[in-house]
């Protein structure tokens, strides 16, 4: 089994950055895809990010892409989220996802890994909370 824990949400001002890491234990993920999705009140869980298993690969949805930033260190066993040029339509519950490396994403990180359906361990998530 693989345990994820986020860390790093919090409130910041519109424009503001905020870095998220999500740290797994009970076993290394450095062979796993990793992935971020967000949950804002009452609307669906929303894709936001993903890299594959040695960080060469990455992709991101089109509402993040040149804001957010995904990266991993697999030393550390952890998986990061630079948010930057912050909006308030970023505020939702942010969590981490992993993919087993027998999925689709170990590989490539593309459009396949948006699905959420593909992910095999989730985090508990972190809030993030952007002010206008």
């Known amino acids: 089994q693989v345990q994820l824990v986020e860390s790093g949400g919090g409130l910041v001002q519109a424009g503001g950055s905020l870095p998220l890491s999500c740290a797994a234990s009970g076993r290394t993920v450095s062979a796993y895809a990793m992935g971020w999705f967000r949950q804002a009140p009452g609307q669906e869980r929303e894709f936001v990010a993903a890299i594959n298993w040695s960080g060469g690969s990455r992709y991101y949805a089109s509402s993040v892409k040149g804001r957010f930033t995904i990266s991993r260190d697999n030393a550390k066993n952890t998986v990061y989220l630079q948010m930057n040029s912050l909006k308030p339509e970023d505020t939702a519950v942010y969590y981490c996802?992993?993919?087993?490396?027998?999925?689709?994403?170990?590989?490539?990180?593309?459009?396949?890994?948006?699905?959420?359906?593909?992910?095999?361990?989730w985090g508990q998530g972190t809030q993030v909370t952007i002010s206008s």
């Open positions: 996802a992993a993919d087993d490396p027998r999925g689709p994403c170990t590989v490539v990180a593309g459009p396949h890994c948006s699905d959420g359906d593909i992910y095999d361990y």
